[in-house]
């Protein structure tokens, strides 16, 4: 018989396109009510004591997939936390089971020409999948078509934050857990 994973956690994790806000949304919600923040490509880099960059450059992304499915696993055993996710973590279905083990996921979902903004803003060499030649707001776009369904699909809840701030969007997404577990 397969087995099904009941949803239980009391964790919120957050899912969405490389310069979504993840982090800064995750760190804004964990100082607001107090649940410990966890970033997943952090404990990826401190599992191989190398940066994501490296990770890609000497192994290349699948092992990056394995280890971040490893973190997933880990965090989606403790309670109270908010979780960031790294971009690519919908590509594998089995990341999205233990995070809803964890609690609500939550997707943070923003236009190209924005998450183009915010990337460009703070260049971040934990994005190795941007680093390649041609038009940013291209590869941006291509990604993300593929990549929608998946955040729509494996999400509880979606946040537009279209032109919401950080501390906007923390509130939006601290509303809804609130909803969820009274
Ligand atoms: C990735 C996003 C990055 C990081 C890695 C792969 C992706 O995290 O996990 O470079 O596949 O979208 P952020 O979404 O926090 O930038």
Same mark, same amino acid.
């Given at each position: 018989m397969m087995k099904t994973v009941s949803k239980h956690g009391s964790s919120i994790a957050l899912i969405g396109f490389m310069g979504c806000g993840k982090t800064s949304v995750a760190k804004c919600i964990s100082r607001k009510i =107090?649940? =410990?923040?966890? !970033?997943t490509d952090d404990e990826v880099s401190l599992a191989a004591q190398m940066s994501i960059l490296h990770i890609f450059e000497r192994y290349g992304e699948s092992f990056f997939r394995e280890?971040?499915?490893e973190a997933v696993r880990r965090v989606?055993?403790?309670n109270d936390?908010?979780? &960031?996710? $790294? $971009? $690519?973590?919908i590509k594998n279905e089995v990341n999205i089971q %233990?995070?809803?083990?964890a609690g609500e996921v939550i997707y943070l979902n923003a236009s190209a020409e924005q998450l183009y903004n915010n990337v460009s803003r703070n260049q971040d060499v934990n994005r190795p999948l941007l680093n390649v030649p041609g038009d940013k707001l291209t590869r941006?776009?291509?990604l993300l078509a593929e990549r929608e369904p998946l %955040?729509? #699909? %494996?999400? !509880? %809840? #979606? &946040?537009d934050v279209t032109g919401l701030s950080i501390e906007e969007t923390a509130d939006l997404v601290i509303a809804h857990y609130n #909803?969820?577990?009274s």
């Open positions: =107090k649940l =410990k923040y966890i !970033d280890l971040e499915t989606s055993l403790m936390c908010v979780i &960031a996710t $790294g $971009g $690519g973590i %233990y995070l809803k083990m941006i776009k291509s %955040y729509m #699909q %494996y999400s !509880d %809840y #979606q &946040a #909803q969820m577990r």
